[in-house]
């Protein structure tokens, strides 16, 4: 079975927002985009705004699709939509990861990404 999975690329001028995932779960520690799972009845679109307001107190304005991929882990297969968003109101807060950072593109290498994420990262860095 295959899980709906969303995640929002939020652009600040050059630098895009990357968040920690919590020690205690799945993948835990490694960076990801913001996002999480469609729950039944959910757009993909209203899922991401949903996960945002709950992980990060803030509201997205969802714009079009950058790119989507599908990954299985050990545990769980994912098909992952990523999205261009901004923030539309509020200051993200860490309300569930263990931390936030805005990085440049050649920022990238610096960090330690879920695998889900590396063709999205290859494709910011413009080696796709």
Known sequence: MVTEVVAALIWDEDKFMICQRPA??????????????????????????????EELAIKLLVGGEFMNVTHEYPDITIHLTLFNATIAAGT??????????????DEIPQYEFCPADKCILSKLQGLE
């Open 92 to 105: 993200p807060e860490k309300l569930e990861h263990n931390d936030i950072r805005w990085i440049a593109i």
């Open 24 to 53: 205690n779960k799945a993948r835990g520690m490694l960076w990801e985009f913001v996002g999480g799972k469609v729950e039944p009845g959910e757009t993909k679109e209203q899922a991401l705004i949903r996960e945002c307001h």
